[in-house]
């Protein structure tokens, strides 16, 4: 199982970044994948989920402002993120959850000015 994310980077409060992880290995289509972040200091939390049968949920801090896809031909998952805020400055993971086994990418780094 192999899960690279990419897209992060430097942006301005207010700006935007989509974020994106392809994914090789298994069977993409039958699995929930999921965006987690870790800020420093804190502990790793769940940004956004989707299913596949492409139900969404996210946390209440990036409701609204966050959005999760899925291309099941690309086997791969994005996180658009739009009016980004300091706080959302962390390491972005992508994971995926299928079968009972969990897989993780190294990360993207996501650091948003002020």
């Known amino acids: 199982v192999l899960l690279v994310e990419s897209g992060g980077g430097l942006v301005q409060a207010g700006g935007s970044l989509r974020l994106s992880c392809a994914a090789s290995?298994?069977?993409?289509?039958?699995?929930?994948m999921n965006w987690y972040r870790q800020a420093p200091g804190k502990e790793r939390e769940l940004v956004a989920s989707?299913?596949?049968?492409?139900?969404?949920e996210y946390a209440a801090s990036v409701k609204g402002r966050f959005a999760i896809s899925r291309d099941n031909v690309k086997n791969t998952v994005y996180l658009q993120m739009n009016s980004l805020e300091p706080e959302d400055t962390a390491v972005y993971y992508c994971?995926?959850?299928?079968?009972?086994?969990?897989?993780w990418g190294k990360g993207t780094l996501v650091t948003v000015s002020s």
């Open positions: 290995g298994f069977i993409f289509s039958i699995a929930t």
């Open positions: 989707i299913t596949s049968s492409v139900r969404t």
């Open positions: 994971n995926r959850r299928s079968l009972g086994e969990s897989d």
